[in-house]
């Protein structure tokens, strides 16, 4: 049995990290951190754990817990990990950070659009970007792994062939994002209230939210240069599930004719057609939240507009699922050897 | 492995069958019976099911069912198992029926308040009310389970232990309903589009509803005598979800008191305490509907009111799960000697 | 024109209170009180009063605001009015306080249910319990309204004709309440985020909700003796909205039957008729609080069943206005000499 | 008083109409024209009119009503109006329809998009299309005014003062626009189910949403040349309520440089500052939908984002009020010369 520690386990990542790993055959959770909630049991700050969980709450020493687990998941505050992060944890026990500390390379840039100050830069460059369909073999080899965001998980793959095969103008990319609420975490603030996100949408962070450089950097390596993208992120009034809507130029054949429906289609399969967790849809039918609910799917698909030259790709996925606990344990799978798919055959849930 | 076939998989109660079934390892599904959808691939109607399931819908022919199954579920309107069910069938294969037609031993009952001919009472007596928690061992040596409804297994099971053990006037038993929008079908009727059920809460069925009668026979094999109850259903804006709020007076004690707290709940753990998908909350909890929404418990609680000399019962489940096809799989694992919890390891889902 | 002040102004029922005073033709806001907000722009709290209110939000010195206002609506934290309420005060200005303070006539009563010391009883006397409906000259007389709570006027109305006729055995009486979020409040607290209340309903405040004493006290003085109830609230996924489900024993006529439909119609209307804002459905159709919401109207129905021998009463209000600030508008108006319906003639918003 | 006719009352638009004409001092509603309720009390499909509205509805006969109305509301399927307008009608009564055969001007490109015959083109060459802050003085002296739809009318003022002065380059304009559910219609399907729409979220009509070439036209106005957009719209778990999110590449100025935050705001002031139905939101605001909920307010604002060289512009309205019904009574307040605020003085209604 893995013998798993959670940092952070009462946000709701945290408590759907303990939902998957709790059905998860080969794991086991040893530590259950929260500095809120320390010496609480867990099961009366998620009753939904009521008798499947008997354990109370941890702090948050990294150290000590270092010595007792095969992996700790991070599901912490920016900073967090940066701060607490050494040598002598990396040599015992593997680590996977649900927080953007060891996700961005140039740690300037990091520091620009985070605003805190990296204090530990000496580990970026051995941490691996966790998003498993792009970087399996890197996972398999890593000890400590970033994991990706939950925004950028759903961007990324959902643009990722045609950026890869340079089908489409990256300059031209836009990124329309919605997700729902459980994106903002847990934190009693009044812009989370119930009444102030019900019957209500609205953008937030437009031009400056900090996925915006992930994606950038992720889908630089794939288009072999720099890509710069508007990236607006919407609150939409439900618990889960991200949409992405993006939007790029096609570039023209040599003919001067846009790629038919095939042919793009034909790349998709190319990339994600063995990959057991990402769908591509059948032509014609819009990725919906819905249909990924409660499991670790991404939906993809893409229409062509021959009138404007543009694509429309869109993304669906789970955000506590493949956009942030699911693709843990993809990558915890990863790292030990299991089965990539182990513990997260979760059928989606409808309605 | 075990064949099952699904007659109405297309209906909610059908999906969720289909979800749970997909994910029991025994278990294979041979039909997804569809009489509006015969001849569509499955994941048309379903899309969490792309990839999934391949298969197409077939129609309800039961009889060649029956020669292709080992069990078959029946997620259909009423009457229709009734219409079609025949000792040929059930000498073939074990019948779990999602649908009222034989939960109500007296059939003047069922019709009265079905508004329908029953036709083929004669099955009626070897019928088991499959309520596993009360029934285990007659399910267990069945042909023909009678699956429970929603509302009665949520009502059912939360005043249970008390009218078992007498300790409440089941004549003054009140029990007020509510009921995510998933219990009304997949049905497009005007009444269940969104723009109505949003932002709105309303009772319907007062007085009418045909769970009553259903309640009301449980309860009274329990009391031992005819149990007379107010059942009150309501239409809350969620998908899934029933909580059940009963009202009744306490019997008091010899010497004039009220039970205490701990003789209450440790009549509860009487019953319950053995019983996996039954949680009896700590003391001054209320149960939730989010906290067992997409697995199998029932949630109960209850607070003794000193004023009125009432004590308020309350439970909570997933309708579609406990409520339904949980329930049903439950079921089935009693019939065919398998663990009563296979498949249904269900982690609630939050948020 | 009216001078008014609002203290808690700031709150879902102050902002509501602003809503309607705005539209009010006789009247204009002269102090938006808010003591977390004091300094900011009042639009800035509310950003639907964009361009539409101009003044920042003052503090809650009630002595200075006496002398500039003509009535002073307090929507505030129980205690508030009760420790700055003077008779200096009253001698200048009417108020309408949408809290508690005023609502109980028996101070132990009170103190015993909110847990606080009253600190001026000696206006309890005066103060009139300002359900318009039923006090109404009462209301005209006053200088000091003890506006009534959400769930009580709800309550109260959707019984009052049987309990002041005498037709139903109040020591049977049962009300089973169901609210949207927005009675509990703008305060930034875990359970009311969003993804805590969504898809998700619960019971609360079993058998110690503080309305209980309130209904009891206004029914008590219907039904000429003391009334004791069950009162339970919900929490419903909703903004706005609450639907009472109130259970009673009908009293059997001299002959041992019940009264018919139209007998209990004819008690309703002898009390209803004329009231604008009460409006009693048509036979068969349940209140729904959609069909009120952003209006000041209270729908009320009921069923007889004849089974059990009860009566099923049902009401249905929008929270915010009859349950909050349209009520106190109407008080407002009557304690001015207005036409009570000024200001109020709001066309319920569906969808 | 105007009297005025409405065919097509039953669905949500004409629900609409009705709320606010029941509301506005100059007008009485003398037809409630239903073709599916014919016959019906107006108050038994929309129970939120009880006591408002004591008419039945009445059939679709527009030359009937022609003679007994000032002006006739058509709030009807695409065609209907088309297939019934007449000159003898036109003589009698002023007309707005609020569906879409009066808004193109090129009749092969309404044939196009909307896929049937346009049975009246004499008429489109007088129809004034109804965005009153554009067309106001046109409105006043038409027969016929084609009122805006819902997606067109946020879409448009959004961009309009940017791509009227030439601000950005209209080749790159994308729309990305979220609706509530109420723009969907009342009619029964199973995609409008609340169990479909609930927790969900999805675009659809991608590429070839009908509101598309209103938006190009009407922008292609402002811009003196072809304009082609992408739009796409998204269904959002909300009863009421658009957001557009718009992307532009901003034009560069004469050194290089992109224009200043005040430069567009002034741009922006110059055209909405003086109109009290379009609030330009105070730096950094976005615009959320429920801000204007109930109200004829469109709520606009802008980022520019330097990293890219776009302008990201926001708008948001209620579908029912400033999308359909309520512009609908703005133009009817213009072409009988009454106020245009008149009965649109609508506080919007939080939460």
Redesign the interface.
């Known amino acids: 049995m893995i013998r798993a520690g959670i940092i952070g386990a009462t946000g ?1 990542a945290g ?1 759907e990290l303990v ?1 998957l790993l ?2 998860h055959k080969e794991t086991e959770i040893v530590w259950y951190g929260s500095r809120s909630y320390t010496g609480e049991k867990y099961a009366s700050v ?7 969980v008997e354990d109370e709450c941890l702090d948050d020493k990294i150290e000590e817990l270092a010595g007792e687990a095969d992996v700790i998941f991070t599901a912490t505050p920016q900073g967090f990990l940066a701060g607490v992060l050494s040598e002598d944890i990396l040599k015992q026990v593997k680590v996977v950070d649900l927080s953007a500390d060891f996700r961005i390379k140039d740690v300037s840039v990091y520091e620009s659009w985070y605003r805190i100050a990296h204090k530990s830069p000496q580990f970026i460059g051995e941490a691996v970007y966790g998003l498993c369909e792009i970087n399996r073999e890197k996972v398999k080899r890593a000890r400590l792994v970033a994991n990706p965001g939950c925004y950028t998980t759903c961007s990324i793959l959902t643009a990722y062939p045609l950026v890869k095969e340079g089908l489409i103008d990256t300059d ?1 990319l ?1 990124i ?1 994002a ?1 997700s ?3 994106g903002a975490g ?1 934190g ?3 812009p ?13 962070g ?2 400056s939210h900090r996925h915006t450089p992930e994606i950038e950097e992720q889908l630089g390596y794939a288009a072999g240069k720099q890509v ?3 990236f ?1 992120p ?1 609150l ?6 991200i ?1 992405v ?1 993006e ?1 790029a130029s096609l570039k023209k054949k040599a003919d001067g004719s846009l790629p038919a429906y095939e042919e793009i289609k034909a790349v998709y399969d190319k990339y994600f057609e063995k990959e057991k967790f990402v ?1 591509v ?2 032509k014609d ?11 670790n799917y991404v ?1 993809v698909n893409f ?3 021959e ?2 030259g ?1 694509i ?1 790709m ?1 993304g ?1 996925l789970d955000n506590l699922v493949k956009g942030a606990a699911g693709q843990a344990v993809q990558n915890m799978n990863l790292l030990f050897g299991l089965d990539e798919a182990e513990g997260l ?1 979760l ?5």
């Open positions: 709701y408590n939902r709790t059905a998620y009753r939904n754990m009521f008798q499947l031209t836009i329309d919605k729902g609420t459980s847990r009693a603030k009044l989370n209230l119930f009444c102030e996100v019900n019957e209500n949408i609205k953008a937030y437009v031009t710069t993208v508007n607006t919407h939409v009034p439900m618990n889960r599930g949409l809507t939007y769908r849809l059948e039918i819009c990725p919906e939240t819905k249909w990924v609910e409660g499991s939906d229409t062509i507009d009138r404007t543009r429309i869109m669906a055959d059928v989606p849930v409808f309605p």
